[in-house]
Nanobody, 115 residues
């Protein structure tokens, strides 16, 4: 079973920055695509950013140019650097890993952005 330890969430004012970190306990991490999702009350989880095992990146339009996804395969860690945060970025953020075609989730960390 894949286990996750997320950290870095919190509360900031609009325009501020946060960095989310996630440690993933699986021997398959280095060969598995990983990503960050977010969810607000009453809505489904939205893919925010994805990074392949080789480092290729994808961002949803609303965060492109503000967020940076990265990973360190030597430490089984993934990161989401969030800059110029906006109130609409407020959500619970989940790190995730695709293993064998199955999506595995972290426990989530709250990010709150005030105007």
């Amino acid at each position: 079973q894949v286990q996750f330890v997320e950290s870095g969430g919190g509360s900031v004012q609009a325009g501020g920055s946060l960095r989310l970190s996630c440690t993933v306990s699986t021997n398959s991490f280095r060969i598995s695509p990983s990503g960050w999702f977010r969810q607000t009350p009453g809505k489904g989880r939205e893919l925010v950013a994805r990074i392949g095992s080789g480092g290729n990146e994808f961002y949803v339009t609303t965060v492109k140019g503000r967020f940076i996804v990265s990973r360190d395969n030597t430490k089984n860690m993934m990161y989401l650097q969030m800059n110029n945060l906006k109130p609409e970025d407020t959500a619970v953020y989940f790190c995730s890993v695709w293993i064998g075609g199955q999506l595995n989730w972290g426990q989530g960390t709250q990010v709150s952005v005030s105007s």
